[in-house]
């Protein structure tokens, strides 16, 4: 290993300034890093700067001064583009770790980290949970999938906005812990809805009940945080579940069920007097 690919991170190239990605900046800069940002929207050029992080013109200036990226872009196509041959790997130094924040499919970060390894670049995906709020705290509990090196030199970085890091094994794994966690999420967002709505047909006392189910076997994540939740990833979160289970040839019925009810669910959320009209 070279001093590059062992060296202490000191410097953190961000690729998305949006709702995760700012917040991530800002904890980044507290705790120490040098933080250079690079966005296609360069309206976002004085949050990124009101939270510590340095402007970047492009890829290439901002990989040319990384020593870790993350990339937390929304979409595959995004992530294919910024993860190119003319991206960064173009640019990348040897031994910077590259690790995808973004909800994709465990086989696309496989086929991006192929030709990146070979260049000497690391690749890991570190996908995070909790929502916004939790990003805003920096409680965020990020999956992390790469070796075990990898990960150990990357986790000061992680540690940084993250309460929780659970090294989930070789890269792409994380992607399916988040595919996991997003599957238990959307289906206790729809029994939620469900229970509540029943209850309040019935005219009791919404939150009362609420507050009761939290002290029961019942209680779960989208329950305590009833509210908070904007649905705005429901349907691509549950369309890669269902990729992967055809890929493996697993039938996930109620999955397929829960990701259909929040495409209904989603303008209505939360407003138990229209649900199931």
Not at 98 to 125: F, H, N, Y
Not at 150 to 166: E, H, K, M, Q
Not at 173 to 178: D, I, N
Not at 258 to 266: P, S, Y
Request: proline content about 3%; overall charge neutral.
């Amino acid at each position: 290993m070279n001093t590059q690919e062992s060296k202490a991170i000191k410097s953190v190239g961000v690729v998305g300034a949006g709702r995760m990605g700012q917040p991530i900046i800002g904890h980044l800069a507290r705790k120490g890093f040098a933080v250079q940002v690079y966005d296609t929207d360069p309206g976002k050029r004085d949050a990124v700067e009101k939270r510590g992080g340095s402007w970047a013109a492009d890829l290439q200036a901002l990989a040319s001064a990384s020593d870790a990226i993350l990339i937390c872009v929304g979409y595959d196509r995004e992530l294919r583009e910024v993860l190119s041959g003319d991206g960064l790997l173009k640019h990348a130094r040897r031994g910077t770790i590259i690790t995808i924040l973004s909800t994709v499919l465990p086989a696309t970060v496989r086929e991006l980290a192929e030709p990146a390894g070979k260049r000497g670049i690391p690749v890991v995906d570190s996908t995070v949970c909790r929502g916004g709020w939790a990003a805003d705290e920096g409680t965020l509990l990020s999956f992390v999938g790469g070796s075990a090196e990898v990960v150990a030199r990357l986790r000061p970085v992680l540690a940084a906005y993250s309460s929780d890091i659970v090294h989930t094994g070789d890269v792409g794994t994380a992607q399916v812990a988040k595919a996991v966690n997003n599957m238990i999420m959307w289906s206790c967002l729809v029994a939620d809805h469900e229970a509540l709505a029943l209850a309040h047909r019935y005219g009791l006392d919404v939150e009362m009940m609420r507050k009761a189910l939290l002290t029961t076997h019942s209680s779960n994540g989208a329950l305590e945080h009833w509210g908070k939740q904007t649905m705005a990833w429901a349907d691509d979160d549950m369309e890669i579940v269902a990729a992967m289970a055809k890929e493996c040839g697993l039938p996930l019925r109620q999955a397929a069920v829960v990701q259909e009810i929040c495409r209904t669910l989603k303008p209505r959320r939360f407003k138990l007097d229209q649900y199931g009209k």
